[in-house]
């Protein structure tokens, strides 16, 4: 028997503060396209399309001409094996669909929250994996995950680029879960909302769907792509007993998506070099100046370099407790900060966001704050 589903804390935070701070210092996207933008980027096929487009139902399992797009963001995928959907939705379909009650998970921490609550509420027993503090980065723990990993363990659950670190391992490391995956036969859910994010992008791991028959990948455009408003993301995999149970489940969620959406998003797949150049040219300037930021104000915060996505994960530690600090942040400095406690994370680390273009203004604010408390 499943467990009532707890409430989505970091969601209920982000409702409280997001639209009413002026200033965000932890947002997980990147700066945000309008509608304008996309269809500057259309041809004049897709204008026309737009401009005689029908708002009936669409097809179930995706727009046939997105899905293909979709496909060729990895190596050795076709439409066939992509499910559009919207991001949290694949997250809550993917872990409904293939656990039971009694099951195992194994969920690398901190993380979304979804990523371990919706398997709890199924009944399932979580085993946290959390990533290793070493100085000024985060490191994987093989030892401890092979600890974890019991004969009821049914899925191992990864994020990289990792939300809200900004880690991501070598690709000896992601071969390894791999391989480990495939020997105790579990599902292997990637959560890969930050992809194509990486600093340095000869470090872009591939795929999950790509590298393991029972792997299965997440993917959407509210992140590296700058268009979380048209809730349209992916699932992908070459399982065929997995699509067929996610597209099962899919029929009692959403049925179909947004015919509106599915379109811009095509669009904007089409012109995503331009889209992903834009916003790794703002995460490195921002990046740049958390970091000299950090460092100058070291005595309060334990810089760690992130290596991909639009997020890092800081440790504070200053005088106050954390939750004070980010208490009158928000209430006297109208500066919104996300604490790591809503990443099922102990200790004092929050998160920054590094993707937004007004990242320079939030600091000023965090500063004119730390310099009255010193």
């Given at each position: 028997m499943g467990n009532p589903i707890q409430p989505f804390w970091l969601e209920r935070y982000f409702a409280q503060y997001e639209f009413?701070?002026?200033?965000?210092?932890?947002?997980?996207?990147?700066?945000?396209?309008?509608?304008?933008?996309?269809?500057?980027?259309?041809?004049?096929e897709d204008l026309e399309r737009w401009e005689k487009l029908s708002l009936g139902y669409t097809e179930s399992a995706g727009l046939p001409g997105l899905r293909r797009e979709i496909a060729s963001l990895y190596s050795n995928t076709n439409p066939d094996d992509i499910l559009v959907l919207a991001p949290e939705e694949g997250i809550y379909i993917t872990m409904r669909a293939l656990l039971s009650p009694g099951d195992e998970v194994i969920v690398l921490t901190p993380c979304y929250q979804s990523l371990v609550e919706v398997a709890r509420s199924v009944g399932c027993g979580i085993m946290e994996w959390p990533l290793l503090s070493a100085g000024d980065h985060w490191?994987?723990?093989?030892?401890?995950?092979?600890?974890?990993?019991?004969?009821r363990t049914k899925m191992l659950v990864v994020n990289f680029p990792?939300?809200?670190?900004?880690?991501?391992?070598?690709?000896?490391?992601y071969q390894y879960l791999?391989?480990?995956?495939?020997?105790?036969?579990?599902?292997?859910?990637?959560?890969?909302?930050y992809r194509f994010l990486e600093h340095d992008?000869?470090?872009?791991?591939?795929?999950?769907?790509?590298?393991?028959?029972?792997?299965?990948?997440?993917?959407?455009?509210?992140?590296?792509?700058?268009?979380?408003?048209?809730?349209?993301?992916?699932?992908?995999?070459?399982?065929?007993?997995?699509?067929?149970a996610l597209s099962t489940y899919k029929d009692y969620t959403t049925i179909c998506n947004s015919a509106p959406g599915e379109l811009l998003a095509l669009i904007a797949l089409r012109?995503?070099?331009?889209?992903?150049?834009?916003?790794?040219?703002?995460?490195?300037?921002?990046?740049?100046?958390a970091h000299d930021f950090f460092y100058t104000f070291s005595r309060y915060v334990n810089w760690y370099r992130p290596q991909g996505g639009s997020i890092a994960f800081p440790e504070w530690i200053g005088p106050k407790s954390l939750d004070q600090a980010c208490l009158e942040l928000v209430n006297d400095y109208g500066v919104m900060v996300v604490p790591g406690h809503y990443f099922n994370y102990p200790g004092s680390h929050f998160r920054v966001g590094l993707g937004r273009r007004n990242f320079p203004e939030a600091l000023g604010r965090v500063e004119a704050y730390l310099q009255q408390m010193a």
């Open positions: 009413k701070a002026p200033y965000l210092l932890s947002p997980s996207d990147c700066e945000s396209l309008s509608l304008k933008d996309v269809l500057g980027m259309a041809d004049a490191e994987l723990n093989r030892e401890r995950l092979i600890s974890l990993i019991s004969p990792h939300n809200p670190t900004g880690f991501l391992p070598k690709r000896e490391d791999v391989e480990l995956s495939r020997e105790h036969d579990l599902w292997l859910f990637s959560d890969e909302m992008p000869t470090c872009r791991l591939p795929g999950m769907v790509d590298l393991y028959p029972k792997g299965i990948t997440l993917g959407g455009m509210s992140k590296a792509f700058s268009l979380p408003g048209l809730r349209i993301g992916w699932l992908a995999t070459q399982n065929r007993t997995a699509m067929e012109s995503r070099d331009g889209i992903l150049a834009r916003n790794l040219d703002l995460i490195q300037s921002n990046l740049a100046a």
